[in-house]
């Protein structure tokens, strides 16, 4: 199991950046997948989460600004991120609990794409 993130780059406050995170490989089924990010020197933070049911949490710092949604035939990820502030910089993290062999789950994660705010 693969995970591939995309969609990172340079934007000034404001603007808007959507990120994309494809899962490939050999599985049954997907359950809960979710974006996480690491600013310098902080330790890695939740920023959404979906599950299967499409119920949606968000972290308090993204809230009304960042949409995630899912794409389950294409196995895909995405995380629309609007309104960006500087403080929004980070690596962005993919994250898929899968379900890899009979009644076993397992946590996949990206390779990880950088978001840059600048003010």
């Known amino acids: 199991v693969q995970l591939q993130a995309c969609g990172g780059g340079l934007v000034q406050a404001g603007g808007s950046l959507r990120l994309s995170c494809a899962v490939s490989?050999?599985?049954?089924?997907?359950?809960?997948l979710g974006w996480y990010r690491q600013a310098p020197g902080k330790q890695r933070e939740s920023v959404a989460i979906?599950?299967?049911?499409?119920?949606?949490v968000y972290g308090d710092s993204v809230k009304d600004r960042f949409i995630i949604s899912r794409d389950n035939a294409r196995k895909q990820l995405y995380l629309q991120m609007n309104s960006l502030k500087p403080e929004d910089t980070a690596v962005y993290y993919c994250?898929?609990?899968?379900?890899?062999?009979?009644?076993?789950?397992?946590?996949?994660w990206g390779q990880g794409t950088e978001v840059t705010v600048s003010s």
């Open positions: 994250n898929a609990r899968i379900m890899d062999h009979p009644l076993k789950w397992d946590s996949y």
């Open positions: 979906i599950n299967r049911e499409d119920n949606r």
């Open positions: 490989g050999s599985f049954f089924t997907i359950d809960e």
